[in-house]
T-cell receptor, first 114, second 110 residues
């Protein structure tokens, strides 16, 4: 019930294309949904996040779409660039036992080809 | 910017050795975390600490312990390293719901 399922495991996109990564969750207590971006040799870094009271959030070329009824959310990368090649993790957060619990998806390795 | 530093980028140890992984954050965050990252499994929480000398087990604490003697420093200890502890270890600190990660330590246990 506290899992976050992420797909696909890997993704290859041509430069200029749209990259789409999907996540699904079960527990309706989750109230914050961040996406993290990780480059090789680096730790994950917060990319963009959304709360369940909105259906979409856009920051530059990155957009989160959120479907509360379906318990699904997705990351769209418009005009994908080779510099976007990285591993992306979705996550879901809720208060549990007095601290903020963050559950991560398994990750998606994105490769953008020139 | 928040900075989280980890003592080693790469570490190679022998089975049975005691291993210390150190993490330091410079933003006066109350909460600190240790995760391990394995392909196809995402990031899994080992231990966390919400205050000095306080610690709580995460999802996979077996074979690990932690120490937090100062607010800025959080150590992960492998009492007797085993080959199944070969992994990438990530430290993080947080304020509210975000996580700020260090660069990671890739530990290989032979």
């Amino acid at each position: 019930q506290q899992q976050v399922k992420q797909s696909p495991q890997s993704l290859i996109v041509q430069k200029g294309g749209i990259s789409i990564i999907n996540c699904a969750y079960e527990n309706t207590a989750f109230d914050y949904f961040p996406w993290y971006q990780q480059f090789p040799g680096k730790g994950p870094a917060l990319l963009i996040a959304i709360r369940p009271d909105v259906s979409e959030k856009k920051e530059g070329r990155f957009t989160i779409s959120f479907n509360k009824s379906a318990k699904q959310f997705s990351l769209h990368i418009m005009d994908s660039q080779p510099g976007d090649s990285a591993t992306y993790f979705c996550a879901a957060s809720m208060m549990s036992g007095g601290y903020n619990k963050l559950i991560f998806g398994a990750g998606t390795r994105l490769a953008v080809h020139p | 910017d928040v900075k989280v530093t980890q003592s080693s980028r790469y570490l190679v140890k022998r089975t049975g050795e005691k291993v210390f992984l150190e993490c330091v954050q410079d933003m006066d965050h109350e909460n600190m975390f240790w995760y391990r990252q394995d392909p196809g499994l995402g990031l899994r929480l080992i231990y966390f600490s919400y205050d000095v000398k306080m610690k709580e087990k995460g999802d996979i604490p077996e074979g690990y312990s932690v120490s937090r003697e100062k607010k800025e420093r959080f150590s992960l200890i492998l009492e007797s390293a085993s080959t199944n502890q070969t992994s990438m270890y990530l430290c993080a600190s947080s304020f509210l719901q975000g996580r700020y990660f260090g660069p990671g330590t890739r530990l290989t246990v032979l």
